[in-house]
């Protein structure tokens, strides 16, 4: 069996007015990837679907390592 050179962990989160679970998940979610001796990379991916809450602009404001991306209805 061939050694795996690099490991890497994509995370994604579904979004929707989610503001309030996004606050206590979020930091958890990298605090835990960061702790994880073999992952080599990884990425936190949130997928919004038009938030009518400060979903997008705490993610904006707080987490510039998150890639966001923003469903508009």
Known sequence: MKAIKH???SVIIPNY???????????YTITALNH???IEAS?????????QDDSVE?????????ILLQNEH
Request: aromatic share 8%; hydrophobic share 35%.
């Open 7 to 9: 490991n890497t962990v």
């Open 58 to 66: 705490y993610i904006k404001k707080n987490f510039s390592q998150i």
């Open 17 to 27: 007015n989610g503001r309030k679970l996004l606050a206590q998940y979020i930091p």
């Open 36 to 38: 994880c001796k073999t």
């Open 43 to 51: 990425e936190i991916i949130v997928v919004d679907d038009a938030s």
